[in-house]
């Protein structure tokens, strides 16, 4: 029987060689203390990258997440976002219980907003009700199907926040500047914050990054501390993700094209899903049928492994540790699809 082709996240991927050897011989302090020079490195790279005044190593995408929200909200604050984000509906109601904030959820169907919608909530305050004190947008959008904001719906958004700070989810910040050609910084510039993972397409073992003005991230130091994610001799960790940063970035390329693959024989084999494969421009394939959980049973049974981020919403993730071999399998069992 031959391998099994995980297409349920890009987070089960393994760490490279590379990755492994610089873990094996990285130099360490204790980052508790601010002495892990690895760490210290692996911070100062993301915040060049991302153009801004410095960053924090944390353990995962949703604890930068969190504590973006609480250094710029406080408990009743309204964040107005899309509903399908993450931070709204994947991270265990964390930012009710965390910061006590509540969303403003707008449409974010194809991943980006209608800028007169959030027009409309930003001028709430005018008709007796709670201000909207920030803004949280997802790029990649990954509900949506990996979707790239295009930078300047991006920076009309941010136009239209004004002085409310605006928070980057760029768990996939990498796919979006390949999909869209633009660096991490164009993309990251219309932000306050912005959050990256290591841990998904790059390939690191455990990691993200949190990043926004100098006051911003001493405060959020403190809050990593708070939700007890301060981290020792986090250097190794860090090694690997400076690895990712460094070596695993041009090649997310070879993902989005492997998924716009799998795209067009999900869309052949299921027209009714009315699903368009153009869509499908970094290495998330996401469309709705009534019949997902099926779908996703039935390709498991041929092995090939996927999962629903709805009751009717199937979603399929190409990554470094799925190969054409690979692709060509789950794309031959889509095709024998009974649904
Ligand atoms: C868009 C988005 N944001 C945040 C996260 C959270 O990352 P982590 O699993 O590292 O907590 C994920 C994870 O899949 C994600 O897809």
Known sequence: MSRVVDLRSDTVTQPT???REAMAT????DDGYGEDPTVAALEARFAELTGKEAALFVPSGVMGNQIALRVLCAPGDVVLCGAH?????FEMGAAARNTGVQFWAVGDDAGVFDL???AEALAAESDHQVAVRALAVENTHMYAGGVPWPPHELAGLAALAGDRPLHLDGARLFNAAVATGESPAALCAPATTVMACLSKGLCAPVGSLLAGPAPLME???VERKRLGGALRQAGFLAAAGLVALDTMVERLAEDHARARRLAEAFAEALPEADYDPATCRTNIVSFDHPEARR????????GVLGGTVGPRRAR???HHDVDDDDLERAVAAVARLRV
Do not use: D, N, P, S
């Open 116 to 118: 007169e919608e959030v």
């Open 85 to 89: 984000q993450h931070v709204v509906g």
């Open 219 to 221: 405060r959020a130091r």
């Open 26 to 29: 990285a130099v360490v302090g």
């Open 316 to 318: 399929f993730v190409t």
């Open 295 to 302: 779908i996703v049973e039935e390709l498991a049974g041929a």
């Open 17 to 19: 060689e590379a990755m």
